[in-house]
C-alpha cells in the first residue's frame, strides 16, 4: 500500500493512539504524511502522548490495534499507563480525573507489589505479575537482553520514590 486510508480509519487510529511511524510502515508512506493528514483532520497528538507511543511500541513492537473489533488499546490497565506516563512527563493536557486514574494506578501496582506485562497474543493483551527483585522500580516487565532507548525513558518507568 502506498496511500493512507479514510478519514475515519485515520480517526480511529488517532484515538486508538497508533504511532503516527507505524501507520507510517503499515501504509507505505512517511511519517510526516501520516501527521500532515492528521493536522489536516482537525487532530494534533500531544507530544507526551506520542512519547510515550513510541516507548511502549519500543518494548513490545506495538500494541494490537484493529480497525475492526478487537484492540488491547481500550484495556484499563494500558490506558491507566498511558495516562501514569503522561502524567509523569508533566502533560497538562490530562483532566482531573485522568490524573486521579494515574495516581490510583500507581497507588495499587506499589501496594501489591505489581508489574505490568503484555502478551499481543493473549486474549487479554494486559496482565500483572509480582515483582521480581530484577524488576527494581519498574512498572513494567522489561526483559534484560533488551536495552532501554536512554536514561530518560528508564526512569519515567521506575516508581517515585514513595510518599513520606
Known sequence: MTSLPTDSVMIKLFHLG???KKIARTYGVSHQAVSKRMVGLGLK????AEEVSELLNYRWGGILTSQYGKSHHSHR???SLKLWLRAKLGDDGLSDLQRETAAQWENRIRRKGLVLCYD????????YRDRRPEDGRLVIDWPPELPFPDGASRSLLELPDPPS
Do not use: C, F, N
Open 45 to 48: 497528538r500531544l507530544p507526551a
Open 18 to 20: 497508533v504511532p503516527y
Open 120 to 127: 499481543s497474543t493473549s486474549s487479554a493483551g494486559w496482565s
Open 77 to 79: 490497565a494500558g490506558k
